[in-house]
């Protein structure tokens, strides 16, 4: 079937809706902008792209949900991952789906966050 790859996609992503609905209910959410280096399926891009952080508390880790375009594919790239929340900047790790690639990759970001 042309979409049984998206299958394994869907159901990490109810999984981490699932478990930022029941965080937010403990904590504010956050939000963060940055860039990340995205690898896996035979290439490498950057891309920049906009996160929501399960929790607002720095020096801790939170699960991520986030939205990436990918600069030199020139692909959107929506990734789930975990992130460390220092007290201006994050760092996080995300596994995505390349819209343009048609694929799972990975990817190491860094960039602001705040509340808004």
Do not use: C, E, H
């Amino acid at each position: 079937m042309k979409y049984s790859r998206l299958a394994p996609i869907l159901a990490i992503g109810v999984a981490v809706t699932t478990a930022l609905t029941a965080q937010s209910v403990k904590a504010d959410p956050a939000f963060g902008f940055g860039l990340s280096y995205v690898f896996g399926g035979g290439s490498s891009d950057v891309a920049v792209g906009a996160r929501v952080f399960s929790d607002d508390a720095p020096r801790n880790g939170a699960l991520s949900i986030g939205l990436d375009y990918k600069i030199g594919s020139q692909s959107l790239r929506p990734n789930i991952g975990a992130a460390y929340l220092d007290d201006d900047v994050y760092g996080d790790v995300s596994i995505g789906y390349d819209f343009g690639a048609q694929g799972i990759d990975f990817g190491l970001g860094v960039g602001g966050w705040g509340q808004f």
